[in-house]
């Protein structure tokens, strides 16, 4: 695209790597959600075993009641002296269900079994108390047994209480949605505080660059206004580096009219010579060119001081203007040897045609009055 007179110069835009605010809202919605995660996966182990535990302790007790109110009647098999009260033991395939097994003895049976029976697995014993899940009934059962030898019986009798696990698979879910609706509901609130925070605690910097912009369109002189604390140092170098740039503008302004005031005399006295068709134009014209040229000389050198007081990011290798010097000094002074040495990285705090400069003389005026040997280190 073309760029017509007088239109403004194009802005140039630093190279972004991306949003401060949305990098800080991204590691903590990581971390928020990391130890959400944690969290929520213990405390689901937590309260799932403390629901599981709940359940069996129920059906132990059931059990419990069984193996106490249990006796022998005169055929040697298990009789109750009391009947338990829940009436799904009454009830076919109800979903709670007791037996007792015992070897030789045909299974005894909760009414509730009908016409079906639990599996004992009398190939092991269960002298402590064993709790197990199993398919059976087409049934998923929760299971609690144990073996135990009435007195005067020599058969060890199996008592076996089983329950559907419907109802604890319902309370473990329900548990579950709770949590995840309330964990989620948890890192909503804790992102959308994170994000808050960000903002809340970068408002500074858009103030301070609403504020630059003010001063790069001249609307305010300097940054004004009270800053926190870590914004505050940056506020005060933006606010000194502004100041010492109208300082050199300044300056600037100054040397420039100066020039011109020096340089109006000259340029008069060569216009009325010229008007005059003075005869010694060319003289007057040499004369007053020289007199313009040392106060050229003189300005620049003044204006190139100010410059280098402003530059203070100024880095030149030092390897290189010796080298350079060293050729030049060498094509003037053929007869002078000149040795070097040092590292070759250094790099010092100047620009490199002040450096030029300086080792220029130096090296010069040692070949010149060095008697015929030059050593720079």
Known sequence: METRPGDPAPRSYTPSTGSLSRRMILIA?????LLLAGGGFALDRVLTSAV??????????ILTSLIVSAELDPDGNVA???QLSDQRFLEPYSGLYWQVSGPGHEPFPSRSLWDRRLDTGM???DLELHTYDSDQLDQRLRVVERDVKLPGSPVRWRFQVAETREVLDAQIAA????LVRSFLLLAAGLIA???????YGLLPLRKLRLAIQKLRTGETPRIDGAMPAEVAPLVEELNGLVAHNDRQAEEARRHAGNLAHALKTPLTVIMNAATAQSDDLPATVVREARTMRRQVDHHLARARAVGRRGSAHSRAPVWPSVESVERAVARLYPHVRIDTDGPKDLVAHIERQDLDEIMGNLVENAAK?????VFVT
């Open 29 to 33: 919605a990581a971390w928020i959600t």
């Open 52 to 61: 599981t535990r709940n359940f069996d302790e129920g059906l132990e007790y």
């Open 80 to 82: 109750f002296n009391r």
């Open 123 to 125: 190939t092991h014993n």
């Open 175 to 178: 548990l579950r949605k709770t």
């Open 193 to 199: 505080m994170a994000a808050l925070q960000t903002w």
């Open 369 to 373: 009055y060095g008697g015929g040997s």
